[in-house]
């Protein structure tokens, strides 16, 4: 089964109904996927990132990381900010991603994309 990665910010309706349908694409398709914020919805439990411990916040960079190395697809959605400026931390999953494929050429990711 292929594996992807989804990059995109998730904090308004309108960012998190991207994510959503990226989501649905790839069960439609059968992919199986990693979506940070699926994953990062148990820990932060409706507070923002800076209202959580230390702990939490690495639980939910650590997990990132594990599934950037884990997927083979990043898909990565840069855009979608009212004030028009990329997403700081998608920006840091694609260079994470790219730099897997840099130094880890038998273990690294095999495609990326940007919608």
């Known amino acids: 089964m292929n594996r992807a990665y ?3 910010p ?3 309706p309108a960012q998190l109904a991207v994510v959503r349908s990226i989501a649905i694409t790839l069960r439609m398709e059968e992919w199986e996927y990693f979506s940070p914020y699926e994953a990062s919805r148990k820990v932060w439990k409706g507070r923002a990132p800076k209202d959580c411990t230390p702990e939490e ?3 939910v ?3 990132n990381i594990n599934n950037l190395s884990w997927a083979e697809l990043l ?3 840069v855009g979608g900010r009212e004030d028009g400026n990329i997403d700081t931390g998608v920006a840091w999953e694609m260079g994470f991603f790219k730099a897997l494929s840099l130094h ?3 273990e690294a990711p095999s495609h990326s994309f940007t919608l």
Do not use: E, K, Q
Request: charged letters at 20%.
């Open 75 to 77: 898909i990565a959605r």
């Open 10 to 12: 998730f904090f308004n």
């Open 104 to 106: 880890l050429p038998d």
């Open 57 to 59: 916040r690495d639980a």
């Open 6 to 8: 989804i990059a995109s």
């Open 61 to 63: 960079l650590t997990g």
